[in-house]
């Protein structure tokens, strides 16, 4: 049988941001996991001993409240917590506490640009639960490793979980919806939106429907997702395995499965039979969180302009394309540094070439925002100057920045120091140009000869010799000048 590609592809997530509170969620332990040694914020309310009572963080709920409203769910005034029960060594308690029943916050959704335009991707709810600890095992294979070590520093920290409705219809919306999630999560302020760190975890669920006949294969939940790229890639690999369910795999079953990235695949974690049953039932330590209008719309005022606004905004009060919009907002970050240089020179699309070229490039090799960088927008706007005065080329403002970026210093300093004045001097330049033709008396007959192509190779040397810093238009006039100047 052949095999079809007209399958539907159906696609929700479960996605995990762990909040910026200094505490945990239900106890006062700082929540500082990465750097601390292990096992060191913890107290008897996060190691779960027996009697130790919780107390809800109201800054866990103001987060959760302020992440609802800007994915535009509706903010319920009721919402409870749950336990969930199940066992494993990272949860001293034996149950996690979430909220099941009655969410924070429901019906929201978020719209994403699609390479077949936009479209609004549903949010089923927004609940606050808390996190577990973190298993280290003695080996990477689980089932060989001779001990397992626990650290309970991350237990408790509070996470806002997010599930959508089954609305994307591609690996790559899934990953436009993430890279758009995590933006306006960090925007708010509300998670430090890190993949490789966990900060933000996504579970994704796929399933494959035939248009024909509206058959649909088992539903498959994708774990350990921890970059945008995997996020793609494992839903692609899922994809064209449930395809197989159609040509009748015994194989493709309901199950739960991790992404390798080492191999590049998923790989069976629990099959249907293994799940658990959670018999979740109302937390009776904690009282139901009940929240009054004048709350949610005190957060509602505290709400930043989101990357979609400011796009628009972006595109509007500084006449730039769309494309330059959608990448200055694509970091809070770099939309300040955008505006920043603005406000210090009037050419905007001139700044935005910069930016999305040069320094996103410095930005990418360094895996660093624009704030954490010696680079203000005081430097780029100077050298923005420089360039429009002639003091440097182009060119040579490239490498300038690439020193700024290395050592903080003005773009003048560098410039000075390192001797990178651009030669506009017709005299000087013109020297030069008569000494490399009169060296390449070969090319210059060729050049005569009809081959106009040569001039190239005497703009080449002249720049060769004075380093890059010749005046480029004054190069080239002063070239075509000597070479059809009338042989002596
Ligand atoms: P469960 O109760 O088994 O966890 P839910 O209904 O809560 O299932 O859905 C969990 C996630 O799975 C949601 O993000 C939802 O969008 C997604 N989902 C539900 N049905 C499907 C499906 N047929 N294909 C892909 N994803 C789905
Ligand atoms: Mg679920
Ligand atoms: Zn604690």
């Known amino acids: 049988m052949k095999m079809r590609n007209d399958y539907k592809i159906v696609i929700g997530l479960e996605i995990h941001a762990q909040l910026l509170t200094k505490t945990k969620m239900f106890c006062g332990c700082s929540t500082e996991y990465s750097f601390d040694d ?7 309310v996060c190691m779960g001993m027996p009697g130790a009572l919780p107390i809800t963080n109201e800054q866990a709920i103001r987060f959760g409240v302020k992440a609802a409203l800007a994915l535009n769910c509706r903010v319920n005034l009721y919402s409870r917590f749950d336990r969930k029960n199940y066992f494993y060594p990272d949860l001293p308690k034996g149950y996690q506490i979430s909220q099941y029943k009655y969410p924070l916050a429901e019906h929201g959704y978020l719209p994403i640009e699609t390479p077949n335009g936009e479209k609004k991707v549903r949010i089923r709810r927004l609940h606050l639960e808390e996190d577990a600890g973190k298993l280290i095992h ?5 089932d060989t490793a001779e001990y397992s070590l626990v650290d309970l520093n991350r237990a408790g920290i509070p996470l806002a979980e997010i599930v959508t409705e089954p609305d994307m219809a591609s690996p790559r919306e899934a990953r436009i919806f993430m ?9 708010i302020d509300v998670c430090n939106g890190n993949l490789e760190e966990g900060s933000l975890r996504c579970d994704a669920n796929i399933s494959l429907v035939d248009p024909e006949t509206g058959r649909s294969t088992p539903r498959i939940e994708v774990k350990n997702i921890n970059s945008f790229k995997f996020v793609e890639h494992a839903l692609e690999y899922e994809a064209n395995r449930l395809r197989r369910f159609f040509e009748g795999d015994k194989d493709v079953v309901r199950e739960t499965r991790g992404w390798d990235s080492k191999l590049q695949m998923t790989i069976s974690q629990r099959g249907k039979e293994e799940e658990n049953d959670y018999r979740y039932f109302p937390e009776p330590d904690i009282p139901p969180i009940v ?3 004048e709350f949610i719309e005190e957060i509602k005022g505290e709400l930043p302009e989101l990357p979609d606004a400011k796009k628009k905004r972006f595109m509007q009060m500084y006449n730039i394309p769309e494309y330059d919009a959608s990448i200055l907002v694509s970091s809070k970050e770099l939309a300040n540094f955008f505006e920043e240089c603005c406000a210090k020179y009037d050419k905007p699309k001139i700044v935005s070439n910069w ?11 360094r895996g660093v925002e624009i704030n954490e960088t010696k680079i203000t927008s005081k430097h780029l706007v100077e050298l923005l100057k420089e360039i429009d005065k002639g003091t440097i080329s182009a060119n040579t403002a490239k490498s300038v920045l690439e020193r700024a970026f290395e050592t903080g210093e003005m773009p003048n300093e560098i410039v000075e120091k390192q001797g990178l004045k651009q030669i506009s001097n017709a005299d000087e330049i013109r ?5 490399v033709v009169e060296e390449n008396p070969k090319v210059v007959a060729q050049y005569r000869g009809g ?3 040569a001039m190239a190779f005497f703009i080449g040397q002249v720049m060769k010799v004075t380093r890059g810093k010749a005046n480029p238009k004054m190069v080239n006039q002063l070239v075509k000048e000597a070479l059809e100047s009338p042989e002596e």
């Open 38 to 44: 292990p096992n060191t914020n913890v107290c008897p």
């Open 138 to 142: 003695q080996s990477d294979k689980i």
């Open 179 to 187: 890279e758009k999630l995590r933006n306006i999560l960090r925007y």
């Open 291 to 293: 929240l009054r209008e």
């Open 355 to 365: 930016i999305m070229t040069e320094v996103l490039r410095e930005l990418k090799e």
């Open 431 to 435: 020297k030069i140009v008569q000494k």
């Open 451 to 453: 081959k106009t192509k």
